[in-house]
């Protein structure tokens, strides 16, 4: 993934907090966070994975004049091969979000620009009891500020496996 | 507020309900906030009849970001300097979370006392759906 440009912008910070059913008021009102320590609306610590809002070529949304891969009159609109399937940042093809994992260099604020490059990690396979074999993948991703200064560094782990787990 | 390390002790937990009944439209909150609109998630016609799950599953994302607001909420906002962890169950509609935070250390650093905690949330039935860490400034 590379991100020429993730505007930490008030109203999707608000958005993504609701969604993850935070109310602290630190990301959606001014006057409480400029009285705060930090000084100013922060961005919940799981925020940079939104940057996939900003991923012109990220399969997980559907793009406007592109057919989508869910249901509509059948149940999918697209052959197996050709469906992006899981990876919810993690790894892609047919896979699950396995790990993840933050260094944060400082606070991510409202009104920061950042930019993101993603480069590949280990990989490594593994036997599962119930799914088959397990491939599993790493994706370090390095966001950075207007100045260049790093502010997030994310590891993801993807996990590929053979057959659907049956739960 | 920040905690501070002279009131904590290592082996301290603190816990948290991070959600009771999660709802499909929660789920679906988190994929428009997000930008992860995986129909594994967000449709339950393909997560059942195309990919032959019981139903939707939250992102691990999601179970990720309601565990990290127990975190900010016991040791304060802007504090956190890493934050991590594994997914090693699916999360589905109807779940109950809590988040367990134990003190694994305190130790002193040039920028003040930092702690180290590891994590646990849990659903309805004792199973741990997110296993994890989180390293924090505190106040001396």
């Known amino acids: ?167 | 507020m920040a905690l501070s390390a002279s009131k904590l002790q290592v082996g301290q937990t603190f816990s948290a309900v991070v959600v009771e009944d999660l709802s499909r439209t929660q789920i679906v909150q988190y994929a428009g906030a997000s930008g992860d609109y995986n129909p594994l998630h967000t449709d339950e016609t393909f997560a059942t009849e195309v990919t032959g799950y019981p139903s939707v599953f939250a992102h691990g994302m999601l179970t990720m970001g309601m565990t990290g607001r127990m975190v900010t909420d016991l040791v304060g906002d802007g504090r956190l300097q890493s934050f991590g962890g594994r997914f090693l169950s699916q999360v589905w509609p109807g779940d109950d979370l809590t988040t367990t935070a134990s003190i694994d250390a305190i130790h002193g650093e040039a920028g003040g006392p930092v702690v180290e905690l590891s994590l646990r949330t849990v659903n309805q039935d004792g199973m741990q759906v997110f296993t994890g860490y989180a390293t924090s400034r505190v106040d001396p």
Do not use: C
């Open chain 1, 1 to 167: 993934m590379t991100l020429e440009r993730f505007p930490i912008e008030a109203g999707h910070v608000m958005l993504f907090a609701r969604s993850i059913g935070d109310p602290n008021p630190i990301y959606r009102d001014d006057e409480y966070a400029g009285a705060s320590e930090v000084g100013a609306i922060i961005a919940p610590p799981t925020f940079v994975q939104a940057g996939a809002q900003f991923d012109d070529s990220y399969p997980l949304r559907p793009k406007i004049g592109v057919p989508w891969f869910g249901s509509g009159r059948a149940p999918t609109s697209a052959p197996r091969e050709s469906r992006p399937g899981g990876g919810s940042g993690g790894g892609g093809g047919t896979g699950l979000h396995a790990e993840q994992h933050y260094l944060y260099h400082r606070a991510l604020r409202v009104g920061d620009v950042l930019t993101a490059t993603s480069r590949p990690g280990e990989r490594w396979e593994k036997e599962g009891r119930r799914a088959g074999r397990l491939l599993f993948s790493e994706t370090i991703t390095e966001f950075r500020d207007q100045n260049g200064e790093l502010v997030v560094t994310a590891r993801a782990v993807g996990v590929r496996t053979e057959r659907v787990v049956e739960a």
